[in-house]
């Protein structure tokens, strides 16, 4: 007879949790849905909606177990946030743009749901399933807005970018246990991969290839266990990486060969190729974040303590330099305009020790590697190259579940208590 490790009441406590974290991560893709179905939807009213679901989904969690879970994690994390906040309302009000609507669903609620005892690949199926909204307006999504580099709407395009991002990783762990449902997710996200190599920008084809990059390296058995480099994989890292430092070196002739190639064979060039090559012609790679990046540093260092406050960049660099530039286009930047050292350095910390971890081999478990990686690679490089953190549901749980993941590690009992991350399968040890 096989032992489990949860009751019926735990498991679909497991089961609500995995689903209100895979609705935060899937939130952009349910909110453009809603906005190409419906245009007279705002992007603030479909918030309001994907807030409503993962609210409910939380409530039915919590009726369930019949107890509500404050985990360390989440008091570290939401406290510090709120405490910087609350800086931001007294010193920067007049500067500042978020609302208390947008701090509670870009931060406090993603920060709770992850915070909750879950599964790892629930989360990544969920999201998927959800993903396959978006094809009742896949086409309008990626219709062309700029069209001298044939490319759609970018914020279009990282609304569809996470789930197949999450395909990826769901393919290359779980593919031999998907069902029927969870394999059409893989052909659909395929085809939405297809259009973004097409007609995306360059940050959303680097998120790909930092995910591929990101399951090249890591390897896990089917008993879960972590699978150490083989000979093989190490000679593939070297050839690869040898490969893209020439590249980089020759950047500008391979983007043209591609070009040619491109043109010869499909007769169309892919929006990224294109905008490079433009760029790369025109003298400045970063399309103008080198300009940002210049009044940032002198920002940071005009308050290094406590920063300029939640979402004030915008205010602070039109009064100062006359620029209306939206956000910084980097998150740990951003992080330390905004927070200084006292607020910025601990999320960004913690980003980059889980980034190294997934990077350097280092989870365990294939269970714990999947929601590591799903958020590792859904927010890492986007957010290194591009995006408003404040409009993110996912950077604020990648940062809360690298402290969870450091609690754990280091055996801290009432994390251990507390947060555990079940198998839906029995565990295979028999009496």
């Known amino acids: 007879m096989a032992i489990k490790l949860y009751n019926d009441?735990?498991?679909?406590?497991?089961?609500?949790?995995?689903?209100?974290?895979?609705?935060?991560i899937a939130a952009s893709s349910i909110t453009s849905t809603l906005g190409h179905i419906n245009a007279r939807l705002a992007?603030?009213?479909?918030?309001?909606?994907?807030?409503?679901?993962?609210?409910?989904?939380?409530?039915?969690?919590?009726?369930?177990?019949g107890k509500v879970r404050i985990a360390i994690p989440f008091l570290s994390i939401s406290g510090l946030l709120?405490?910087?906040?609350?800086?931001t309302m007294i010193f920067f009000k007049s500067y500042s743009a978020i609302s208390p609507i947008q701090f509670i669903f870009y931060a406090i609620v993603p920060i709770y749901v992850i915070s909750q005892r879950l599964d790892g690949e629930l989360v990544m199926r969920y999201s998927l399933y959800i993903s396959m909204l978006t094809v009742t307006c896949i086409n309008e999504m990626f219709r062309i807005q700029y069209t001298s580099v044939s490319q759609a709407f970018m914020g279009n395009i990282?609304?569809?970018?996470?789930?197949?991002?999450?395909?990826?990783?769901?393919?290359?762990?779980?593919?031999?246990?998907?069902?029927?449902?969870?394999?059409?997710?893989?052909?659909?996200?395929?085809?939405?991969?297809?259009?973004?190599?097409?007609?995306a920008n360059r940050?959303?084809?680097?998120c790909i290839i930092f995910c591929l990059a990101v399951l090249l390296i890591n390897g896990y058995s089917e008993?879960?266990?972590?699978?150490?480099?083989?000979?093989?994989?190490?000679?593939?890292?070297?050839?690869?990486?040898?490969?893209?430092i020439f590249t980089v070196m020759n950047l500008l002739a391979a983007l043209e060969m591609a070009r040619d190639f491109m043109n010869d064979v499909f007769h169309s060039v892919p929006s990224f190729i294109s905008k490079m090559i433009y760029y790369i012609n025109k003298g400045d790679v970063t399309d103008g974040r080198a300009d940002i990046n210049v009044y940032v540093y002198s920002a940071i260092a005009e308050k290094p303590i406590f920063g300029h406050g939640i979402k004030t960049f915008q205010a602070f660099a039109t009064e100062q330099v006359g620029r209306t530039w939206p956000y910084v286009h980097q998150y740990i930047l951003q992080y330390l305009f905004?927070?200084?050292?006292?607020?910025?350095?601990?999320?960004?910390?913690?980003?980059?020790?889980?980034?190294?971890?997934?990077?350097?081999?280092?989870?365990?478990?294939?269970?714990?590697?999947?929601?590591?990686?799903?958020?590792?690679?859904?927010?890492?490089?986007?957010?290194?190259?591009s995006n408003e953190p404040w409009l993110s549901t996912t950077i604020w749980m990648l940062i809360t579940y690298s402290l969870i993941n450091i609690m754990e590690t280091h055996n801290i009992s009432q994390l251990k208590l507390n947060h555990s991350h079940y198998s839906k399968e029995s565990i295979d040890n028999a009496v």
């Open 9 to 24: 009441k735990d498991e679909l406590t497991i089961k609500l949790n995995s689903l209100a974290v895979a609705l935060m």
């Open 43 to 65: 992007n603030f009213q479909n918030n309001l909606f994907v807030l409503g679901m993962v609210c409910i989904v939380v409530f039915a969690s919590i009726l369930n177990s």
């Open 82 to 87: 709120i405490i910087m906040y609350v800086y």
């Open 158 to 199: 990282y609304a569809v970018l996470s789930p197949v991002l999450i395909a990826m990783i769901h393919f290359r762990l779980y593919r031999k246990q998907s069902n029927i449902v969870t394999k059409i997710a893989y052909l659909y996200n395929l085809y939405v991969m297809f259009l973004i190599f097409k007609y």
């Open 203 to 206: 940050g959303a084809v680097v």
């Open 223 to 244: 008993s879960e266990e972590r699978k150490k480099l083989s000979a093989i994989k190490i000679i593939l890292i070297i050839i690869f990486s040898s490969a893209a």
């Open 338 to 385: 905004e927070g200084g050292i006292v607020f910025g350095l601990i999320p960004i910390a913690l980003s980059l020790i889980l980034t190294a971890k997934v990077l350097c081999t280092m989870i365990s478990t294939k269970k714990e590697f999947a929601i590591c990686a799903t958020l590792v690679c859904c927010v890492i490089p986007r957010y290194l190259l």
